[in-house]
């Protein structure tokens, strides 16, 4: 009785606005440092990108967002998936619901194949398609090839984006979440944009899959080191 009245469309929409002003309290209550500091100007006329962050810890990331660009953040189709689109939309963010999977009996019920043919058409139409590099159920902080096969069809590079808080609970989870915490210093991190070329080979996929998931980890490590030194 209790998980059915916790799917209930208002249980839901009042957990999501809960859960938008709480991350707003976060975020208004805490210092931030970006680095680089000029990567906004830097990238303003490579728009759009796909923005790559990793799962967990993705929480805090609607404030990396410029609020002049265009951002479709793409989320599963769950019950914890609703509250998050909920969540996002109350922070100004569109959505795209849909989710990877490990295995190809997964890709319809998660809306794997529609959600990829909406975010090229997001990309296309000029707007920015934020999603997780890595695949539910993990293993986490593992790049999966989905995010590198819609930089290759659609011909936008991948922007890896990491944000954490110095102050954060991390939950036993697959993904390792980190809940944010209030009066912290946030650090967020860009890599450099990686492009995927029209013509890449299977194996050349594979090895921008792993030059992402070395540039996910790296700016990952370093956001946490910012955050946890407060300059």
Request: aromatic share 6%; with cysteine; charged share 25%.
């Amino acid at each position: 009785m209790l998980k059915k009245l916790g799917k209930h469309p208002l249980v839901m929409k009042l957990a999501g606005t809960a859960m938008a002003y709480y991350l707003l309290f976060v975020y208004k209550s805490s210092k931030l440092t970006i680095d680089p500091p000029e990567v906004y100007e830097e990238h303003e006329e490579g728009a759009p990108f796909i923005a790559s962050m990793w799962h967990g810890q993705h929480f805090m990331l609607p404030f990396a967002c410029p609020k002049h660009w265009d951002i479709r953040v793409m989320i599963s189709r769950s019950a914890d998936g609703e509250m998050q689109a909920i969540c996002a939309s109350k922070l100004g963010l569109g959505t795209i619901r849909a989710a990877g999977a490990q295995r190809s009996s997964q890709v319809k019920k998660r809306g794997g194949m529609r959600g990829f043919i909406e975010a090229l058409r997001v990309l296309k139409e000029g707007g920015t398609v934020s999603m997780t590099a890595d695949v539910p159920k993990g293993p986490a902080r593992k790049a999966g090839k989905g995010i590198v096969q819609l930089a290759k069809h659609s011909g936008r590079p991948i922007l890896p984006v990491a944000m954490a808080t110095s102050r954060h609970y991390d939950l036993d989870t697959w993904d390792k979440a980190s809940i944010n915490l209030p009066f912290s210093h946030i650090g967020l991190c860009f890599g450099k944009p990686i492009p995927v070329p029209a013509d890449a080979s299977d194996e050349q996929v594979e090895e921008i899959r792993q030059r992402l998931e070395n540039s996910m980890n790296e700016i990952t490590d370093k956001a946490y080191a910012i955050a946890k030194s407060g300059k």
